[in-house]
């Protein structure tokens, strides 16, 4: 159906099953963001006692290192470490901590706490190099990836840009002034830099959840009639659903086994998938008219022999079909070669019996 049809927002219904898949609105502009404003904050905290933490080691060390009869023995170098050890415990994993924390926060206040096992089974579409790097690095989403990246870094680098010109154009400011008090003018020029920095980054953010929130919806978007028909769903008794659904599928499969008879090869496991394809040279590659496994594979088997269509085992691509293609697609373009060499292994035997006939 075409994407002009679907006018209506999706139902809970549809939400729910698209959460399921992991199919939600995340922005990681928003996750970077929050991220980076705990560091820095953490980083602000914590940071005097993490100096002063690595110059009480390094003064440690050092005075160790004086005297090498202290640090050449092993209690000498388990000193050392514990040393080392208990600045990492007290500065640097607290700050990891609170990085984490906040990492852990966003996501769970975007999405909300609703574990899903489904994005993680297996998926053998997933496994085929030829549909990931074409899932990855599309024209669209490389040619979109990289103009969002692109805009990300002039808006955040002029940004920065407006707070440092006025403090390189008027050199003047620091001459005469005192270590001490310069230290207290480039602290206060850093963090003015990244004040106005982190308030465009999380102002970037926004902007990019919005339309992550509003790219999904008008992704799961349904027609009318789409919506009608799970509302009349939802309405029927569980009883009838289980059987207007077994009916469905009864239906689909008798349909799908009546392709059998005029597909042109199946391609078979040989024992446990079986793909019967069909190509009429109308359209630019071949379709699966039927699929299935071990039952059903049997009776498109079974099918095949009594109408004589042929039967090529071939494992690998058969399972490939069986997983990435539906019933009344094409093949994918990554299949089309092994395809290509069976369909014309299938018309050479054709003809050789009909030579000999």
């Known amino acids: 159906m075409a994407n002009d049809d679907k006018t209506e927002k999706a139902t809970g219904k549809k939400r729910g099953e698209a959460r399921k898949h992991g199919q939600v609105a995340k922005s990681t502009e928003v996750n970077g963001a929050v991220v980076l404003i705990a560091g820095l904050v953490s980083l602000m905290w914590l940071g005097p006692k993490l100096v002063a933490g690595v110059a009480g080691t390094m003064q ?166 789409e919506v009608k028909d799970e509302f009349k769903q939802t309405q029927l008794p569980p009883e009838v659903r289980s059987t207007l659904r077994r009916r469905q599928v009864a239906a689909a499969r008798a349909r799908m086994m009546a392709a059998v008879p005029h597909a042109d090869v199946v391609v078979t ?7 019967a394809l069909s190509y009429d040279g109308k359209l630019p590659a071949p379709v699966v008219v039927a699929k299935g496994k071990n039952l059903i594979a049997a009776q498109i088997r079974r099918i095949a022999t009594e109408n004589e269509v042929p039967i090529v085992p071939d494992p690998p691509l058969a399972r490939s079909l069986h997983s990435s293609v539906e019933i009344d697609q094409m093949i994918p373009a990554e299949l089309y070669a092994a395809v290509a060499q069976i369909l014309a292994y299938v018309y050479k035997m054709a003809g050789r019996r009909r030579i000999a006939a």
């Open 60 to 225: 440690t060390t050092w005075s160790m290192i004086a005297s090498p009869h202290e640090v050449s023995s092993a209690a000498g170098l388990h000193d050392l470490f514990v040393v080392a050890l208990h600045v990492i415990e007290t500065t640097v994993m607290p700050i990891a901590g609170i990085v984490l924390a906040a990492a852990l926060i966003v996501n769970v206040a975007q999405i909300g706490f609703r574990p899903s096992m489904t994005p993680l089974k297996p998926n053998f579409k997933r496994l085929n190099p030829g549909a990931g790097f074409k899932r990855v690095f599309s024209p669209k989403k490389v040619v979109f990836e990289g103009g969002k990246a692109l805009t990300k870094v002039a808006i955040v680098g002029a940004v920065a840009a407006m707070a440092l010109v006025p403090m390189l154009t008027n050199p003047n400011a620091a001459v005469g002034t005192t270590p001490s008090a310069l230290g207290g003018l480039l602290d206060s020029g850093a963090k003015s830099i990244i004040e106005r920095v982190l308030i465009a980054y999380a102002l970037i953010a926004i902007v990019d959840l919005v339309w992550q929130r509003r790219s999904l919806a008008k992704q799961l978007r349904m027609s009318k009639q």
């Open 269 to 275: 496991n040989p024992t446990h998938y079986a793909v």
